[in-house]
């Protein structure tokens, strides 16, 4: 039940594309949403959060959407770049206390030129 | 600013060594993690202190495995004695507390090699 699904694995966009990664969670309990961003021999790095309350949240080029009553949630990269190459985490916790963040098993999102 | 200082960066031992890594965290941050990153996975929690009290320990394997935090800031974690397992990055975190939610910031990791 503590369980976050990601997927794809891994993805291939072409510069420009959009690219779009899922996610499913398994414990209504959660209601903070975060996305990581790492790059390689880095550590993770906080890139988009949203709370259920709201079905969609931007900031500039990265868009979530989320459905509560599906218990999905994706991110969306418009107009991908090469320098967004990198492995992305989606996450469930809890915003009172987010003493235990349950990652995905990541994505690796790699822009051709 | 500078941010979670981890060290080494690399690590090779032989199984049945002992081996520590070292954290120290953003300066005033209360909120001190040790997560562990295997190969194509995401972090998953080992420790998390709050100050110098380890608040949830729970998926830390004790046998072989500890962790302190003494004065409240910078950390060890420690694994006596390693296993071809054990191989994996290990990421420390720190944040200015819990609740409301205060943003985890990561460290680059320790990545260990058992042989």
């Known amino acids: 039940q503590q369980q976050v699904k990601q997927s794809p694995q891994s993805l291939i966009v072409q510069k420009g594309g959009i690219s779009i990664i899922n996610c499913a969670y398994e414990?209504?309990?959660?209601?903070?949403f975060p996305w990581y961003q790492q790059f390689p021999g880095k550590g993770p790095a906080l890139l988009i959060a949203i709370r259920p309350d709201v079905s969609e949240k931007k900031e500039g080029r990265f868009t979530i959407s989320f459905n509560k009553s599906a218990k999905q949630f994706s991110l969306h990269i418009m107009d991908s770049q090469p320098g967004d190459s990198a492995t992305y985490f989606c996450a469930a916790t809890f915003y009172s206390s987010a003493s235990k963040i349950i990652f995905g098993s990541g994505t690796r999102l790699s822009i051709r030129p | 600013e500078a941010g979670v200082v981890q060290s080494p960066r690399y690590k090779i031992i032989e199984k049945k060594q002992p081996v520590a890594f070292w954290c120290n965290p953003i300066?005033?941050?209360?909120?001190l993690y040790w997560y562990l990153q295997n190969l194509g996975q995401g972090p998953e929690l080992l420790i998390r202190y709050e100050n110098e009290e380890a608040v949830d320990d729970s998926q830390l394997p004790k046998d072989r495995f500890s962790a302190e935090r003494l004065k409240g800031v910078d950390s060890t974690l420690k694994i006596q004695p390693a296993e071809l397992g054990d191989s994996a990055v290990y990421l420390c975190?720190?944040?200015?507390?819990?609740?409301?939610?205060?943003?985890?910031?990561f460290g680059p990791g320790t990545r260990l090699t058992v042989l």
């Open positions: 975190a720190s944040s200015l507390g819990l609740a409301p939610y205060n943003e985890q910031f």
């Open positions: 414990n209504t309990a959660f209601d903070y």
């Open positions: 300066s005033g941050h209360n909120t």
